[in-house]
């Protein structure tokens, strides 16, 4: 209501007007639905999201068919008053209803043709509200921006002025830096971080921005004691936030799942431009970590 669709705060005048003409027999039905859309409200208020993996608040959706009509209300009673009296209180409150409007219909329209998986990166499978610094509607807003101005044209060109350094890897849960061996249980994932330097020519572009193609990310792989590639079954990765210039600094997060077989793994982490390829080697030197997987 305050961040999605503000134009809703319109509804409670809305709600006052049908309620004072409620013997009427459209009010009667509007009186009605305004209560039954009020009891829905307040039965989500004791649920913990209010739909997991959609833009905004998915559950409370029945509530926008009677706010609708109560919007009207709001909406003819303004234009009244600014034709009977043109003062500047009127016209302010139809200036901020327009507004409220615009702003309203271009987040739905945002939602509508975005994307960027605001509830799956950088942190997967967790319970996403709200992030005043990544907010979902920026994070939407960036990727239709980007996917009409491509900051990335020529690829290959982008990648040979890549270059950076992984300064040191930290346990997310304790902030502290992470020593060698790390010893895990099987199968185990930790919320890991890094902070990380560019040290290259190009721009990153970091997991807010929406970037896929070219997205800067930390890809996590396990050797064994033979010097194999485990597979662990799904793809190990901590991804860069902002969009760090040459000599910045930054962070990267991400959870990382570990082999479930016992034993002692060489962990590598390496910086890389998703959908493009691994840094060059020239001007990136990947981390390299050992693991001890120890069951019960």
Not at 38 to 66: E, K, M, N
Not at 77 to 103: A, C, E, H, P
Not at 266 to 288: C, G, M, Y
């Amino acid at each position: 209501m305050f961040i999605f669709s503000p134009i809703l705060l319109f509804c409670f005048y809305g709600v006052y007007k049908v309620l004072k003409l409620r013997h009427h027999k459209d009010e009667a039905l509007l009186a009605c639905l305004s209560i039954a859309a009020g009891v829905v409200f307040l039965q989500y208020c004791f649920y913990r999201a209010w739909g997991v993996g959609t833009y905004g608040a998915r559950f409370p959706l029945d509530t926008i068919v009677p706010a609708c009509y109560l919007l009207a209300y709001s909406f003819a009673d303004l234009i009244g008053y600014v034709q009977n009296k043109r003062n500047l209180w009127n016209i302010t409150l139809l200036s901020v209803f327009f507004v409220f409007m615009l702003f309203s219909t271009a987040v739905q329209a945002i939602g509508a043709f975005g994307g960027g998986a605001w509830r799956s990166i950088p942190i997967a499978g967790s319970l996403r509200f709200w992030d005043w610094k990544d907010s979902e509607i920026a994070r939407n807003a960036n990727y239709i921006y980007f996917e009409i101005f491509d900051p990335i044209e020529d690829s290959d060109r982008y990648l040979e002025g890549l270059g950076g350094s992984i300064e040191q890897i930290t346990d997310e849960r304790t902030k502290q830096p992470i020593s060698t061996p790390l010893v895990v249980k099987p199968s185990q994932r930790l919320f890991l971080g890094a902070i990380v330097k560019n040290t290259g020519t190009e721009q990153w572009f970091g997991y807010e921005t929406s970037v896929d193609k070219g997205a800067t990310r930390i890809s996590v792989k396990f050797f064994d004691a033979d010097g194999e590639k485990v597979k662990i079954g799904e793809q190990n990765e901590l991804y860069v936030s902002g969009t760090p210039k040459t000599g910045k600094q930054t962070r990267a997060i991400g959870f990382i799942l570990f082999p479930s077989k016992p034993g002692n793994y060489k962990t590598v982490f390496q910086l890389r431009a998703n959908r493009i390829d691994e840094f060059p080697s020239q001007h990136h030197q990947p981390i390299e970590l050992i693991v001890e997987v120890k069951a019960n």
